[in-house]
């Protein structure tokens, strides 16, 4: 089983017991996802020590106070690194009050420009900015030869061809678990298997309310999503691993 998306540093985990659990939970692929380079550079190392883990570097929109040209200096040389599988997590977030936009847009469109550069994949973090994360990703498909990926996709199932148009991969997680989340049940329902994957997000949006989640979760989330889809969990488990490696290469 596989974990796309989940971030481990700075969270609070006692390792090696975290990974081991993981791995007892038959999860054999965990991505560790960075909001920040700091956070990729802990990921990075994590990986280097724990075989099936594997990282992506990028800066999360709402992490920009410091982003410029050394940042993305810095990005292109991690993005290098042997268990770097993409770019990301990279986007928008117009969530809180008073987002800076136009802040958000440029360094969105800076860091595709280097996964188009290195021929690499990305992940993606969108919220509350449907509309404009449509229209930059149209404006960019160049740099999307590689596939991107909607990580914890929210959308609702009216948006999800249109995102499936330009090319799109959808990650479910925790959510599809909770009783009152008839949106994400629905997108998953009516997103095609052959491009959806399984995430956790960890520490956030474990299945089980009030929880840390980890990504010895995603039994849980499969078992929903085999549910939703109408298929055997071994089916859609070997789906996901396909899906998996045919967006992150890196990961064969």
């Not at 990028?58 to 050394?70: A, I, R, T, W």
């Given at each position: 089983m596989i974990d796309v998306h989940a971030h481990f540093a700075e969270e609070g985990y006692e390792f090696p017991a975290e990974w081991e659990k993981v791995r007892a939970a038959g999860v054999n692929t965990v991505i560790l996802a960075a909001d920040t380079l700091g956070h990729a550079k802990w990921h990075e190392?994590?990986?280097?020590?724990h075989g099936g883990a594997f990282f992506?570097?990028?800066?999360?929109?709402?992490?920009?106070?410091?982003?410029?040209?050394?940042?993305?200096?810095?990005?292109?040389?991690?993005?290098?690194?042997?268990?770097?599988?993409?770019?990301?997590?990279?986007?928008?977030?117009?969530?809180?009050?008073?987002?800076?936009k136009t802040a958000q847009r440029a360094a969105f469109e800076a860091q595709l420009g280097v996964a188009e550069e290195l021929a690499l994949p990305v992940q993606i973090h969108s919220r509350d900015a449907c509309a404009d994360t449509l229209a930059i990703l149209r404006e960019h498909r160049e740099a999307l030869k590689r596939g991107f990926l909607m990580h914890c996709y929210s959308y609702g199932a009216e948006n999800?061809?249109?995102?499936?148009?330009?090319?799109?991969?959808?990650s479910f997680g925790g959510v599809v678990c909770?009783?009152?989340?008839?949106?994400a049940v629905e997108s998953a329902e009516f997103c095609p298997v052959s491009r959806l994957l399984t995430e956790t997000d960890s520490p956030y949006l474990s299945p089980f309310r009030g929880e840390k989640n980890t990504p010895a979760n995603i039994p849980v989330i499969l078992q929903k999503l085999a549910a939703v889809k109408r298929m055997e969990a071994g089916e859609l488990e070997a789906a996901v691993h396909e899906n998996a490696v045919r967006l992150f290469p890196k990961l064969r």
């Open positions: 190392k994590f990986c280097e020590e992506t570097a990028g800066v999360h929109p709402s992490e920009l106070k410091d982003f410029g040209k050394e940042t993305l200096e810095e990005l292109r040389a991690l993005c290098l690194r042997e268990k770097c599988v993409g770019v990301g997590e990279i986007g928008l977030d117009y969530h809180y009050p008073d987002p800076d999800l061809e249109a995102f499936l148009q330009i090319g799109a991969y959808f909770f009783k009152n989340a008839r949106r």
